[in-house]
RNA sequence: GCCCUCGUGGUGAAAUUGGUAGACACAAAGGACUUAAAAUCCUUGCCGCUUGCGGAGUGCCAGUUCGAGUCUGGCCGAGGGCACCA
């Protein structure tokens, strides 16, 4: 018997999806559709197994739908803007379009090696000028429903770089490549009004019901939204200062108020701009400004001003005005008053500054309660409140304060919300140009329509420091309608591209706009979407806010949610090892004698350490390309799916893969088998099993590639093979072998398709071919296994016939000489008996 | 501190509505074939007594039930998210 020659098998395959265009799809209203989208990759230079698992979890479901009949939109394309290009092209001194075009067709090259079925006929890159022309229309687009705007704001500068930092780049306060101290500074920025659809972002949440719960938690704690009141206090104060607002959740604990905390930013500190003192305070302030753990343990630092705030329940109580250093400005309207007694961050401030704890809320109605140290935060009943006293916290209280509040003018109910508007300036040279200029009174102008794409400047070569765009005066300045202008030369963030790229994917070469509208109608939205977890709030934020930007004031455009479905894969893991030295060591460097690991250089013993998600750092990466060459790309489509379920993250071993290869040459001995049975003529049976399995599994894999549970599929494949393989020399007629095989060939391609298409094409399958259907009729079975229990355990598993009735399985129980022991001497005293299942003989 | 998720053999995991716990694999050990090795195939979760059978068993402690991995309450542990959000 030949053995299997993947090499040979998946390049013919491969060629022939290509040259045939298989994949590629066109609207077809008398189909239904199916949009399947992978979150598309940074061309970071090669794939990696992240990329294995995310885009074979998506080929099978794209796979399994389109021989379910839909009309299945699967396309791929490139997040290609973006920093690790810059640093790229300043460490070899190129041109980051070009680092970024070479990683392309390398990731290409290999995506298609793993047989993907994908429409290449879609393929989009987001640094090309054919895609952010689009993007730049949009932003204009945004600008004019106003939902884009200019504002000073704070950002994480890196001096040493001369660039910002997001958050996640400033490690310790300092910036991750140059490691000089961030500095914060105020800059101009532009921000998308993501936070004028906080309410409409976190309500329709509910609606996605194919998304992780997990998710749309994240999403919901993102947005924050909380219920609460604004209150107006009266300051008595030498300045011109008449009142200053506060935002509170609890309004019931006012007559608890001991101070009020401003934050260093809050427009009253204009009075205090030139106190020394206070300027040394707001120093002090944004020292502790930096990672988010060191600002949760900082102390409670205050600046005592000369103001005092009137309660406005009681206006003989007269409480001092501080600024703290935990009071933020962007949240709420950057003032609080003070309950110590009921608010931890206010009983630390008050026992620093020696303030007044007054309780005012107490567990029991009737019993004395003191503060210590733990502020009280629970349920309870309001005293120490007067005209309030004895509401029940928080059911009651809180809203007859509101009212109270309102009718008296002092306070109004508010909803508010933690998400904050979305700051997309990046001073950066490798992202889509904004299109936007200034004139000569700094001034933002559009750039007009017929002017665009704002295409980025060529460049041979990058400094080490800065945005180049700077520097470009011949780029950077510009004549609009006559007039002299200069460009804005901050970049958008990356984010941006990829908030939109699933509508260019469905009309990637329309010219006019973005999209399409009729495209778009047809394959919108996304039914499934399958990408990392970690994208679970920027990203999928980003999206949605996108799409409710594009259909505010738009009658043409009302998608409102762009991916119905959701679905988040686990990692890919591997061991970590450590020489004697505990340097981390790659399993290329490693041979394993007898089941323990050892260099391979000097044969010096290996740690093995835990297996962790697989990265660089750790030196635990298996490069996809060497794997597909060595065992060929179904085995590694088959690993990646088997053990663990997809959500959850999986382990790669050497062992594993090797199963997987062997599993298919097992595979491939039974094609050969089943060849050689069919052209026999010998005499044949007539009965036999194989509908019954067939049609068993067909159910099984039905349901676990509709539920997601890839690693089931595996299982379901090792069965069938064992099943098949034990009855297929037994006889059976002809006709009925060929059909089943058929059937079992079709569902498994879409995990290994170039094996199937292979043996199909052996055996001869020419005509389309279908997912096949259950035939329940064969899975009806005459006999039952009942399972028979005495006190609840169960002693034995007896087949009848289905449908017996309860005496007669009692009758045969009697008759079973082992059965028959646990009812000697005994009283029965209850039987529970569910028909063709089960009985339970509970006995005395 | 708050929120979410998860605890099942040596390992990754199955168990669709509460009804045979450990499917399917990996590893290890033993066995078969072989001059030998590789490959392949078979057996093996634990404790007891020779096949067979019995007992315990799904993080811990209770509860509901004829019956709990699955439901309820409490505790312990791991992972993730948010974090001075008023």
Excluded at 82 to 110: C, F, H, Y
Excluded at 440 to 450: G, Q, T, Y
Excluded at 661 to 687: C, D, G, M, P, T
Excluded at 826 to 841: E, G, R
């Amino acid at each position: 018997m030949d053995r299997y020659n993947f090499k040979i098998v998946e390049d013919k395959w491969q060629k022939i999806w290509d040259k045939n265009r298989s994949y590629s799809v066109k609207i077809d209203k008398h189909k239904k559709k199916f949009y399947c989208l992978e979150m598309f990759p940074y061309p970071s230079g090669k794939i990696h197994m992240g990329h294995v698992r995310n885009y074979t979890i998506g080929d099978v479901l794209a796979r399994y739908k389109t021989l379910q009949n839909y009309n299945v939109l699967h396309p791929m394309g490139w997040d290609s803007f973006g920093m690790p290009a810059e640093n790229a092209a300043r460490q070899n001194k190129l041109d980051p379009k070009t680092w970024t075009e070479k990683n392309i067709s390398v990731m290409k090259t290999q995506l298609k090696k793993l047989g993907l079925s994908i429409d290449w006929d879609k393929e989009i890159s987001t640094c090309s000028a054919d895609y952010y022309k689009h993007q730049q229309e949009f932003f204009l687009e945004l600008y004019d429903k106003e939902l884009v705007y200019r504002k000073e704001s704070y950002v994480n500068w890196d001096p040493v770089d001369k660039t910002v930092l997001a958050n996640e780049q400033v490690i310790d306060g300092k910036g991750w490549r140059s490691g000089a101290i961030v500095e914060r500074k105020k800059l101009n920025q532009w921000f998308f009004k993501i936070t004028k659809f906080s309410k409409e972002l976190l309500e329709s949440l509910d609606g996605l019901e194919e998304w992780p719960n997990k998710v749309k938690v994240m999403q919901k704690n993102w947005i924050g939204r909380s219920y609460g009141c604004e209150i107006k206090f009266q300051i008595e104060s030498n300045k011109k200062i008449d009142e200053i607002k506060c935002y509170t959740t609890r309004p019931d604990t006012l007559f608890g108020m001991s101070f009020l905390a401003l934050s260093v930013d809050h427009p009253v500190s204009k009075f205090y701009e030139n106190d020394k003192e206070f300027i040394k305070f707001k120093k002090e302030c944004s020292k502790t400004g930096t990672t988010e753990e060191s600002i949760a343990a900082a102390d409670k630092l205050g600046f005592k001003t000369d103001l005092l705030a009137i309660n406005p329940l009681d206006e003989s109580i007269k409480v001092p005005v501080y600024f703290a250093n935990f009071v933020l400005m962007d949240y709420g309207l950057g003032a609080v008053f003070g309950c110590p007694a009921h608010d931890q961050r206010d009983l630390d401030f008050a026992k620093k500054y020696n303030l007044k704890v007054t309780p005012v809320v107490r567990p029991d109605k009737d019993k004395a309660f003191l503060v210590n140290d733990k502020a009280y935060t629970e349920s309870g009943y309001l005293f120490n409140s007067k005209f309030l006293d004895n509401l029940k916290v928080p059911d009651e209280s809180i809203d007859k304060t509101i009212s109270y509040l309102e009718e008296n003018n002092i306070g109004q109910k508010k909803t508010n919300y933690r998400l904050k508007d979305w700051g997309i300036s990046r001073q950066r040279y490798w992202g889509c140009p904004i299109p936007i200029a200034y004139d000569e009174k700094n001034n933002p102008v559009k750039i007009p329509k017929e002017m665009l794409p704002v295409k980025l400047p060529k460049i041979d070569q990058l400094n080490s420091t800065g945005n180049p765009l700077d520097e470009m005066l011949e780029w950077k300045n510009i004549k609009i309608d006559g007039k002299q202008c200069t460009r804005e030369t901050d970049t958008l963030d990356t984010f941006v591209d990829s908030s939109w790229y699933f509508l260019r994917f469905c009309s990637p070469q329309n010219e006019n706009y973005g999209f399409d509208t009729d495209e778009v109608k047809y394959w919108m939205p996304v039914d499934q979407y399958i990408g990392g977890v970690e994208h679970a709030i920027l990203h999928l934020l980003y999206s949605r806010f996108f799409m409710q930007a594009l259909s505010y004031k738009n009658n043409k455009f009302d998608i409102k949610e762009p991916f119905s479905g959701l679905f988040t894969q686990g990692m890919v893991c591997h061991e970590t090892y450590k020489d004697q030295n505990n340097n981390w060591v790659s399993p290329d460097e490693i041979i394993t004698i007898q089941g323990k690991k050892f260099l391979k250089e000097n044969e010096e013993p290996i740690k093995v350490g835990a297996s962790e998600s697989m990265s660089k750092s750790k030196k635990n990466t298996i490069d996809p390309e060497k794997i597909i060459k060595d065992y060929g790309a179904d085995s590694v489509r088959l690993f990646i799916l088997s053990d663990s379920p997809p959500e959850k993250d999986v382990q790669w071993s050497d062992e594993g893969i090797k199963s997987s290869y062997k599993f298919i040459q097992k595979l491939w001995v039974l094609n050969q088998k089943f060849i050689e049975e069919i052209s026999k003529n010998h005499a044949r049976n007539h009965n036999s099993d194989l509908e019954k399995i067939t049609n068993k599994f067909i159910k099984e894999i039905t349901h676990n590639i509709e539920n997601f549970s890839y690693n089931k599929i595996v299982a379901n494949l090792h069965e069938i093979y064992s099943s098949l393989n034990k009855i297929i020399l037994n006889k059976i007629e002809k006709e009925k072998l060929i059909e089943n095989y058929k059937k079992i060939l079709i569902a498994i391609s879409p995990v290994i398709p170039h094996f199937s298409n292979e043996c199909m094409e052996l055996v001869n399958i020419k005509e389309k071919i279908s997912w096949p259907k259950v035939e329940e009729s064969f899975l009806i079975e005459d006999n039952i296994k009942y399972i028979i229990q005495f006190n609840g355990k169960t002693r034995k598993i007896i087949e009848t016939k289905k449908n017996i009735s309860e005496d007669t399985l009692i009758k045969k129980i009697k008759e079973d000489n082992k059965l028959n022991e646990f009812l000697k001497n005994k009283n029965i005293q209850k039987k529970i008996f569910i028909p063709n299942k089960l009985i339970n003989i509970i006995t005395t």
